[in-house]
């Protein structure tokens, strides 16, 4: 079992759109989540944190969910600039364990 | 402020040759991790480094070593390439022992022929 489990997608939305997916992990013991995004060919960066509580930035809400190992990620009122791959990433031990990517195209 | 920096951007090897892929960490950052992106997949860990030792590693054979200088930058050494070593090699730094908020470097694309 892959330790981090996303939906590939892809999701094609139009501007305005809400768009919504999650993933799942395996090691109960992990410590922290994160979003990262990656752009065609270029490196990840840091979309935000997820904490058990929720939290939002902007247009972007994450949660998490720990007794189901599952972790959301909710982007309203999509904009172009939004089409890019979402990484699900969890840390345990140091290690950030990545999965596949979620791809989002926004068209106009 | 420089960010994560990698070197070279992209490489062509050939099969059972060597390679050595260079990082320089942010500035302010003491600790390294490699990643290796296939196509269509999400990074895979590689190792950690932190004060000069491998701290952590992840599922790759032998072949894969790595080093930490003093001053924080970071070799990945790679031997015996196979065809399957082509990938976008990924250097991420960040801060302390707690901090896991990792900063990339734009990475080195290996192609092995």
């Known amino acids: 079992r892959k330790e981090v489990e996303q939906d590939p997608g892809p999701f094609n939305v139009p501007e305005g759109a809400t768009v919504a997916f999650n993933c799942t992990y395996s090691?109960?013991?992990?410590?922290?989540f994160f979003w990262y995004r990656q752009d065609c060919r270029k490196e990840p960066k840091l979309l935000m944190s997820v904490y058990s509580s929720g939290n939002e930035d902007g247009r972007f809400t994450a949660q998490l969910n720990r007794a189901s190992q599952y972790i959301s990620l909710l982007i309203r009122d999509s904009k172009l600039s939004d089409s890019a791959t979402y990484l699900c990433?969890?840390?345990?031990?140091?290690?950030?364990?990545f999965g596949a990517g979620t791809t989002v195209t926004v068209r106009a | 402020d420089a960010g994560v920096t990698q070197s070279p951007t992209h490489l062509i090897k050939t099969r059972g040759q060597q390679v050595t892929l260079r990082c320089s960490p942010k500035s302010g950052h003491d600790t390294v991790s490699w990643y290796q992106q296939a196509l269509g997949q999400g990074p895979q860990f590689i190792f950690q480094?932190?004060?000069?030792?491998?701290?952590q590693r992840g599922n790759f054979p032998d072949r894969f070593s790595g080093h930490q200088f003093p001053n924080y930058s970071s070799e990945l050494n790679v031997n015996a390439l196979l065809l399957g070593d082509s990938a976008l090699y990924l250097c991420?730094?960040?801060?302390?022992?707690?901090?896991?908020?990792?900063?990339f470097g734009q990475g080195t694309r290996l192609t092995v022929v």
């Open positions: 480094y932190y004060e000069e030792e491998e701290r």
């Open positions: 090691n109960s013991a992990s410590q922290s």
């Open positions: 990433v969890v840390e345990w031990k140091y290690k950030l364990s």
């Open positions: 991420a730094s960040s801060f302390g022992q707690d901090d896991t908020e990792a900063f």
